[in-house]
Every structure is written in C-alpha cells, then in structure tokens.
C-alpha cells in the first residue's frame, strides 16, 4: 500500500522535478472510521481554489494525489506563503506529492500584512479543514512556510506542540520565548539575505534541545527547488516513524541512505562531510542505527582542518553581518555614483565571499524597496528616486522596482511614465491584475487608455 502525506501550502515558488526515482512509502492500515470528502474533487489536478468548509470567506489551492483514496488516512502538511498565492507551491511540489503519497493544500488567505493573531486563526481553520473534509491521520499535520509565511508556520507550531514538524525556509523567528516546538526543519539559500537569520535558529533550537535540522542549499530568496523539498518529505516521513505514529519503513530509509552516501562520497570540504554527517544522523535517529555516522561527526570535528574551516566561515558571517550594518548606514549617506561602484565591485567577487555578496545583494535589495515604498507614501519624491536607483543597480530584474517606479510617477501626475514603468513591471513578470488595479497610487489612472489596455493583456 502507498503512504499518503498531505501538504497545506500558502505562498509560493517554482517546479522542478526528481532527478533519482524512489520507492513509494506504504498506506496506513485502513481505519474503521473515515472522514469521506464531502464532494468529488479530482486527483491528481491542481484546484487553484476551493472555500473552506467552517468559513466561506477562506480559500485554497488543494492537490490530492493520484493515488488518493479516502479508504486511508493520510498525513497533512501546511505550507504559507508571503503572498498567498496557495497554488504556486503546489505546482512545485505536485510530482513530490505523488512520489511520497501527499495531499497539498495552499491557503490563498495568509500573506505578509497580517498579524499573527489573524495568521494563527487562518492555520486553526485549514488544519481542521484537512481533518474534517479530508481523509487525514491528526497524528501526522505538519505546517511549512516562506519568508513572512515561515514566520506564520514557525508561531502557528508554537502554539501547536502536537503537529507532527514544522518546515521553515528564508525566514525564522526569535526563539528566545518559545517553550515547545515540533521537529523543525530549516532551508537556508545560499544565496538568499536571510541566511544568516536562518542559520542562526539552529543554535537556538539546540538549546531549547528541540529536534531541528538546517539544510543549505543553491538558491535565493525563495521556495526551495524540488530536488532540494524533497528532503522536508523525508523529514515527515521519519519524524512520524520516529512518534510511532507510522511504522518504520525499512525501504524508505534505505532509499533515503543510498541518497545521501552518493553525497556523502563527493564531498571534499571538512565542514560538508560534518554537516551531512550530521544531517543523516539527526533525520534518522531513534528509527535507524546512526552510530558509525555520529562516530564521524565527532571525528570530523576534532580535526584541525574542520576547525580552520569552521573559523573561515565564522569571519566570513561576521564580517556579513558587519557590512549589512554598514549598507543599512549608507543609503542616507552614499550618493548614486558611489552606489554605483561598490554594486559593480560586489558583482565581480569569486572567490569564497562570492555567495556572502549575493546575500548582501538581496539585503540591498529588499533594504530598497523599504526605504523606497516609505518614501513614497509620503511624498518623498526626491529620496524615493535615489532609492529606487540603488534598488535596480541590486536588483534589476525585479518587477517591484518598475511598479514602484509607477507609483512614484502616478503620484507626481506623469501619467506616461507612470503606464511605461508599469509595462517594464508587467514584462519583468508582474502578473498581479488585482494588485495593480487596488493599488492606490493609480486611482488616477482608472480612465487612461494605455493603462487600461496594460490591464486588460493580463
């Protein structure tokens, strides 16, 4: 039989798919008494919105497996993303879905803005959505987020010790007043801004002596590819093994290890062969024999060229977190050429601070559209054009730099430029009809012709 997961999810990214075929883990014994769905919703097929059965006035995205049947009790994962787009991680990890038997759900309510008190109502209402509606194993619910959605993921646990994990990616929160926390899994992006603040949250979790792992991986400021998810699928797998809300499947760990020794085996750097050690140990103990892996990892560690490698990286991370402090002082006091030289310079590192200045990058980035969306609200037309600037110096390929850029002209009553910043948003890849046409700034533009044709190609 197969082993169904389910997945609630609330902001989204992008798909890819496995690059190495794995066994499909095995169904729960049929239970006697089942929660049936109430209509027909077809496996298999991405529903971008389906209203929530205790509140109309929610929706989601939801995908059920192939395989789905309501003759067994599935587990459910809920993800969140910043801009409650429910569909767009469901398209990224549908084929994921299917390979381990999960139900995908991606609420299309919870988006950065809300407090948390709001957030924490909407997770309440979708985890007992997949209880009610769903054929679903309350043992086994787990929550997953994004950037602001990680942070709604990460409170919403807090409050929820009997979840089965809770999966974080480009964000976390401070864990200095949290008490109890489901095994919690981390993605942190090489790339992304936010990497130091996610990297950190594993320090913290030890000490709070709470399950936790961290995954680096090769990205951005964004929902983990596939191949990299894959690992949070694996992660529920054997946490539910682990409570015994699930037996322990024998093939599924082998699969699992025969992964992760290929990677193992390409590894040169001290600190990689350390962490995936480590990771392999933490993933899988108390359901498998971890000793000759944790008898690795203390090899590893009292050896001088892990330490020399562990201190490289230490200094590295201090001297990022001394330039983002630094960065955050200049945008009052650096004007546009200077901007101009030290963005080039970051491009052009290679060498093993390469990855710390595309962070930094990001950090400029999203430092920009702060400081620039605040001057714009009030008027400040004159700020707002130097932080725009610097914003698409760091980041050029945004479309929120050209859509701030056209809230800034429609506010200063150049309704030309306004449209044509507009369009570069649109072609950048703005395909938000509903955020243009609420947007404030461009009441004005409601009877402009060319604004309206940009509306209507959407």
């Keep these: 039989m197969k082993f169904l997961t389910v997945i609630i999810i609330a902001f989204g990214i992008f798909s890819s798919s496995c690059s190495e075929r794995k066994p499909k883990t095995e169904a729960t014994t049929p239970a006697a008494e089942q929660s049936p769905v109430k209509e027909q919703l077809k496996a298999g097929e991405i529903i971008s919105a389906v209203a929530c059965s205790n509140d109309a006035a929610q929706t989601y995205s939801l995908y059920l497996p192939s ?37 995908l759900m991606g609420s299309n309510n919870s ?57 974080y990616c480009g964000a ?71 409570s015994k809300s699930f037996p322990v499947n024998r093939e599924l760990i082998s ?22 050690n480590k990771k392999i140990s933490v993933f899988l103990r108390g359901i498998a024999d971890v000793s000759s892996y944790e008898q690795k990892t203390s090899a590893i560690q009292k050896s001088e060229l892990f330490k020399s490698e562990m201190q490289k990286q230490q200094n590295n991370l201090q001297l990022e977190s001394r330039l983002k402090q630094n960065y955050g002082e200049c945008f009052g006091s650096k004007d546009l050429n200077w901007w101009k030289t030290e963005i080039a310079r970051m491009r052009t590192i290679k060498n093993d601070q390469e990855m710390m200045y595309q962070r930094l990058l990001g950090y400029l980035s999203l430092a920009s559209y702060s400081y620039s969306n605040n001057a714009i609200k009030q008027n400040n037309f004159s700020s707002a054009e130097q932080f725009l600037a610097i914003y698409k110096l760091a980041d050029p390929e945004n479309s929120e730099q050209p859509f701030l850029t056209a809230c800034m002209f429609a506010r200063q009553g150049n309704d030309a430029k306004a449209v044509e910043a507009l369009g570069e948003a649109v072609r950048l890849g703005l395909k938000d009809k509903a955020k243009i046409e609420s947007e404030e700034s461009f009441s004005g533009l409601h009877s402009n012709a060319e604004f309206n044709r940009l509306l209507s190609g959407l």
């Design 67 to 103: 395989t789905y049947s309501d003759s067994v009790k599935y587990p459910v994962i809920i993800f969140f993303d910043p801009h409650g787009s429910g569909s767009f991680p469901l398209s990224k990890y549908k084929s994921l879905a299917d390979q381990f038997g999960t139900i």
């Design 111 to 167: 988006k950065n803005g809300l407090q948390f008190d709001q957030t924490n109502a909407i997770v309440n209402s979708l985890i007992t959505e997949a209880s009610t509606r769903f054929s679903s194993d309350m043992r086994r619910i787990s929550l997953a987020g994004f950037s602001g959605g990680s942070k709604v993921a990460l409170v919403a646990a807090s409050n929820h010790p009997e979840l089965l994990s809770v999966i």
């Design 172 to 242: 976390a929160i401070p864990f200095g007043n949290i008490q109890q926390l489901p095994p919690a899994l981390g993605f942190a992006g090489e790339k992304d801004m936010n990497y130091l603040e996610v990297m950190a949250s594993s320090s913290e979790l030890e000490q709070k002596k709470i399950i936790h792992h961290v995954i680096e991986w090769k990205g951005k400021h964004e929902w983990p590819d596939s191949s990299a998810f894959e690992e949070a699928f694996y992660w529920c797998s054997f946490s539910a093994m682990r």
């Design 255 to 276: 699969a699992f290890l025969r992964k992760e020794n290929k990677t193992l085996s390409a590894l040169h750097r001290s600190r990689d062969q350390y962490n995936l």
